[in-house]
């Protein structure tokens, strides 16, 4: 009985088809943590600002961004875009709105701890050799920052890959739906077909996922040393 | 904005709330229980046992909770398994959060430098002893702050329980936008809610962060969780 079910996976094009869905959820995470990251240093750069009101900006979006869960930023995106500003977002649209918003506070969050963590006499010594601030900032602060960045970026990473799976509930076609889609088509000729699909499904997952959690461990104990 | 809509539906979102918080707060003591286990299983290098546990963390840690519901709701009965939607939600929070609590302890044990462990032995105490006496309390202390983000990270993620067909905030809201489409009404209570739920907990942990900070020894780096 059991063996019998396993082959759900591989009847037809199942197992491609769960891959293709993979590669949509895959896609709006690599979208999004490419924005993130860009949008992030800037933010990262701006948070350090002496001025009050930018502190205090930045603040409160990381607390909203802290506070909300990724789930109720989808819907607030999705259901409440489409009624208010008449715009009718695709789930993919407000899924990457929502990773970037979400990926820029904590991308700038790590930007702005790893810019305290360079030593100021760095600077200094930049300065005394007769640098400017652009020079010392692109030649020496970033380079060090950039390695510094690199672990934590990688999970959020992961972390992003992960909360992708939560687009299936604004109705994106990807991996999970995918998996309902043979489930329903197979229920009666496999009815363990949900067994082996989701036990694919996080699989899956966890193989994309497992390799950048590990380079992230090894380049932190790396950098560690 | 209808006021009287609000005021008319307001207990299902009371109700879905308790239900979360019920929930989240079991799935929690569960997860530091088990993070606690892990860790120590790991710390004192238990054969076996510690190879299981660090492919459970991987495993958990590299995996998303809504398809680690999925599984356990919708694959499991297949194999003769069945769960109930609660029973599921408390089980996935419990298997996600363990990794991450365990992920916490480690780092606040790799925080404690090396000469307390070395002191204690040239005082003669025991491997048990000086991890019990000296190392954990030190290590407590300096996991907080990671402890208290994966508390806020999980109650976030309670979100997803509605996928379960359990009726949590998410839910009720999904179902109210359905029934009478009144998306910013019910949207507005879902962020409310949230907002009642996880301000406190969020204020509460920089509370406690900040008396914490005294315990640590010496100027030690947290590298931030979740």
């Known amino acids: 009985m059991q063996n019998l079910g396993i082959q759900v996976l591989f009847q037809g094009t199942n197992f491609l088809r769960l891959l293709e869905g993979l590669w949509v959820s895959l896609r709006l995470a690599v979208i999004s943590m490419a924005l993130s990251v860009v949008l992030g240093i800037f933010l990262g750069m701006r948070m350090n600002s002496k001025k009050k009101w930018v502190q205090a900006v930045c603040r409160i979006y990381l607390e909203i961004v802290r506070i909300m869960p990724q789930l109720v930023l989808l819907f607030l995106v999705y259901f409440g875009a489409a009624k208010h500003l008449g715009i009718n977002l695709s789930g993919e649209a407000s899924a990457i709105i929502v990773f970037t918003f979400w990926g820029t506070a904590e991308m700038g969050d790590l930007v702005r701890s790893a810019l305290i963590s360079i030593p100021k006499h760095q600077y ?46 604004i109705g994106v076609v990807e991996v999970v739906k995918v998996g309902k889609q043979i489930i329903d088509a197979s229920r009666f000729t496999t009815p363990s077909a949900a067994f082996w699909v989701y036990g694919m499904i996080f699989l899956l997952y966890f193989a994309v996922c497992f390799p950048f959690s590990r380079a992230a461990a090894v380049l932190e104990r790396k950098l560690r040393d | 904005m209808d006021i009287e809509f609000i005021r008319e539906n307001s207990p299902f979102y009371v109700e879905a709330a308790f239900l979360t918080a019920r929930i989240a707060l079991i799935g929690i003591l569960l997860s530091a229980g088990i993070g606690f286990v892990c860790c120590i299983i790991r710390e004192l290098r238990v054969p076996v046992l ?42 996935g929070l419990a298997f996600l959060g363990g990794s991450y609590m365990a992920e916490a302890f480690r780092s606040g044990l790799e ?116």
Not at chain 1, 152 to 157: A, T, Y
């Open chain 1, 124 to 169: 200094e010594s930049g300065y005394a050799l007769g640098m400017t601030q652009k020079q010392v900032f692109f030649r020496i602060i970033i380079p060090q920052t950039i390695r510094r960045l690199l672990p934590s970026m990688m999970n959020l990473l992961t972390r992003m890959v992960k909360t992708t799976s939560l687009v299936v509930r």
């Open chain 2, 111 to 226: 925080a404690v430098p090396k000469s307390q462990t070395e002191s204690a032995m040239s005082l003669g105490m025991k491997r048990m002893q000086i991890f019990f006496r000296i190392i954990l309390p030190q290590a407590v202390a300096t996991s907080v702050p990671v402890f208290c983000a994966n508390v806020i990270f999980l109650i976030k993620e309670t979100s997803v329980f509605s996928a379960v067909a359990l009726a949590d905030l998410v839910f009720v809201a999904k179902d109210l936008i359905g029934i009478s489409y009144r998306t910013d009404e019910a949207l507005l209570m879902l962020v409310a809610a949230y907002l009642v739920l996880l301000l406190p907990v969020s204020v509460l942990c920089s509370l406690i962060e900040r008396r914490v900070r005294y315990a640590e020894f010496g100027n030690t780096g947290i590298v931030s969780g979740n």
């Open chain 2, 50 to 91: 510690k190879q299981i546990t660090a492919a459970y963390i991987e495993l958990s840690r590299n995996t998303p909770l809504l398809v680690q519901l999925f599984f356990l709701y919708f694959g499991l009965p297949r194999i003769g398994i069945v769960l109930s939607s609660e029973a599921c939600a408390i089980i």
